[in-house]
């Protein structure tokens, strides 16, 4: 089963703060795919896009446009539990 989000915010330094609706937190840090993925690049280029991160309807995707996604299942493997 894909884990679905509840809550995202974007903090300092490309991290976010997922919650998740088991309850369980996750720190992500972006900042790993903006230096490896040329997709990412514009989080840290384009003023204030980082900031805007969205959920999808589906809660499972989280985006910023229309190339630069992070599915939820990838977020709970890579981010640091809280």
Same mark, same amino acid.
């Given at each position: 089963?894909?884990?679905?989000?509840?809550?995202?915010?974007?903090?300092?330094?490309?991290?976010?703060?997922?919650?998740?609706?088991?309850?369980?937190?996750?720190?992500?840090?972006?900042?790993?795919?903006?230096?490896?993925?040329?997709?990412?690049?514009? !989080?840290?280029?384009?003023?204030?896009?980082?900031?805007?991160?969205? !959920?999808?309807?589906?809660?499972?995707?989280?985006?910023?446009?229309?190339?630069?996604? !992070?599915?939820?299942?990838?977020?709970?493997?890579?981010?640091?539990? !809280?």
């Amino acid at each position: 089963m894909i884990p679905r989000i509840k809550a995202i915010k974007p903090i300092e330094n490309y991290k976010l703060l997922v919650t998740f609706d088991s309850g369980q937190k996750v720190l992500y840090d972006v900042q790993d795919d903006i230096d490896t993925l040329e997709d990412f690049e514009p !989080l840290k280029s384009v003023y204030g896009l980082f900031n805007q991160v969205q !959920l999808d309807t589906s809660r499972t995707i989280v985006y910023w446009n229309d190339r630069i996604d !992070l599915p939820s299942d990838i977020i709970l493997e890579y981010g640091h539990a !809280l």
